[in-house]
T-cell receptor, first 112, second 109 residues
Framework: SAVISQKPSRDICQRGTSLTIQCQVD?????MFWYRQQPGQSLTLIAT?????????ESGFVIDKFPISRPNLTFSTLTVSNMSPEDSSIYLC?????????FGPGTRLTVT | QKEVEQNSGPLSVPEGAIASLNCTYS??????FFWYRQYSGKSPELIMS????GDKEDGRFTAQLNKASQYVSLLIRDSQPSDSATYLC?????????FGSGTRLQVQP
């Protein structure tokens, strides 16, 4: 398995601002993923972040809104830009370790 | 048609009973199948993975896979109140996991 930490654990932000979420893993991993889980919903993949290449975004998610960095094999950031109340959600970092995916504790974002 | 379908529940079982959670998927090319448990306010926790047809047992949990029927299930024996959670079925697609909407399990003491 993998031990994953995320910062911040929660935040309350004003509309129009941006928040950067950090994800740190205790071992080197090739693939990292960012998911969103809206209240009462299941998980939706935002993008896949591989070190050394551009992130791959899923349908409905764009780089301008959710820029991602992956500077090395243990770290990634997701920025939620120009936030609106619809962005209120839990954002989860996930990694692939031995073909199994493990999740960080999540970042609970509330946009007012 | 959703890619991964689960009954949202809630599924209510008495303590000590067997809880049976079901999941169907649409992509015949899927290779890996997972069950996650998610407690309210927490992130998903991997509890079972299965890759080939048949049963896989781990303690009180048994995962069952039938690729011909595109069906995967999770059995929880001797259910405990601490098993009360949402159970998410996940299937490996072309890139990352595709999740079902989850089944909420309630184990009544």
């Amino acid at each position: 398995s993998a031990v994953i930490s995320q910062k911040p654990s929660r935040d309350i932000c004003q509309r129009g601002t941006s928040l950067t979420i950090q994800c740190q893993v205790d071992s080197q991993v090739t693939m990292m993923f960012w998911y969103r889980q809206q209240p009462g919903q299941s998980l939706t993949l935002i993008a896949t972040a591989n070190q050394g290449s551009e992130a791959t975004y899923e349908s409905g998610f764009v780089i301008d809104k959710f820029p991602i960095s992956r500077p090395n094999l243990t770290f990634s950031t997701l920025t939620v830009s120009n936030m609106s109340p619809e962005d209120s959600s839990i954002y989860l970092c996930s990694v692939d370790a031995s073909h199994e995916q493990y999740f960080g504790p999540g970042t609970r974002l509330t946009v007012t | 048609q959703k890619e991964v379908e689960q009954n949202s529940g809630p599924l209510s079982v008495p303590e000590g009973a067997i809880a049976s959670l079901n999941c169907t998927y649409s992509d015949r090319g899927s290779q890996s199948f997972f069950w996650y448990r998610q407690y309210s306010g927490k992130s998903p926790e991997l509890i079972m993975s299965i890759y080939s047809n048949g049963d896989k047992e781990d303690g009180r949990f048994t995962a069952q896979l039938n690729k011909a029927s595109q069906y995967v299930s999770l059995l929880i024996r001797d259910s405990q109140p601490s098993d009360s959670a949402t159970y998410l079925c996940a299937v490996t697609g072309r890139r990352a996991l595709t999740f079902g909407s989850g089944t909420r399990l309630q184990v009544q003491p």
